[in-house]
C-alpha cells in the first residue's frame, strides 16, 4: 500500500493501516509532515516524484485532485486506487487507460464520502445511526465494480450510472 501525502486524513490512512499490520509506504512534500509520519508509524518514505511508480496493491491518492492524468494512468505501479483526495481522475480519459489496463479505481465521491454522510445524516436527525450508512460504502462500491465489469464501462461511468438510477427511483 501506498499512500500520497500524509496530511491529516493520509496520516490517519497510514497509522491505521500499521496498526492493522499493512505493509505500507508514504510520500509527502513537506518534510515535517514526513518525517512525523516515519517516525510515529514506522512506515517507509518514498519520493513524491516516484509514488506513482511504487509497486503495490493499493494507492491511496490523499493529496490534491486531478493527480490521475492519462500519463500517470499508462506508467501506474498499483493494481488498484481508493483514496480520500477528491477528483482524482484529471480525465475521463485516464479512467478508461487504469480499466484498460485491469487496475481497479475506485471512484472518490463514492469511496470517500463518510464525512458527507455523517454531516447529512447528523443534519437530519439522524446521528446515532450515521456510521451505518457509512459502513455501507464498501457494498456499493462493490456493486460499482460489479456493474462496471457486467457492462464494460469504468468504475466513474459506473457510479454515476448507479447514482442516477437511485435518484431516479426516489
Known amino acids: 500500500m501506498v499512500v500520497q501525502s500524509v496530511g491529516d486524513v493520509g496520516f490517519i490512512l497510514v497509522r491505521l493501516l500499521k496498526e492493522a499490520g499493512a505493509a505500507v509506504s508514504f510520500s509527502e512534500v513537506d518534510d515535517e509532515k514526513a518525517g512525523r509520519c516515519a517516525v510515529e508509524t514506522g512506515a517507509n518514505r518514498v519520493p513524491a516524484e516516484a ?30 486506487i481508493a483514496g480520500a483526495a477528491n477528483n482524482q481522475l484529471a480525465t475521463d480519459r485516464a479512467g478508461e487507460i487504469l480499466q484498460q489496463r485491469g487496475i481497479w479505481y475506485a471512484p472518490d465521491f463514492a469511496a470517500n464520502a463518510g464525512a458527507v454522510i455523517v454531516g447529512f445524516e447528523s443534519g437530519v436527525g439522524r446521528a446515532s445511526t450515521a456510521l451505518d450508512a457509512v459502513r455501507r460504502i464498501e457494498q456499493r462500491v462493490e456493486r460499482v465494480f460489479d456493474y462496471a465489469v457486467a457492462r464494460g464501462v469504468t468504475t466513474t461511468e459506473a457510479a454515476i450510472a448507479l447514482a442516477r438510477a437511485r435518484l431516479s427511483a426516489q
Open 51 to 80: 509514488v506513482f511508480d511504487v509497486d503495490a496493491d493499493v494507492l491511496a491518492p490523499c493529496a490534491v485532485g486531478e493527480v490521475l492524468t492519462e500519463e500517470v494512468a499508462r506508467r501506474l505501479g498499483a493494481k488498484a
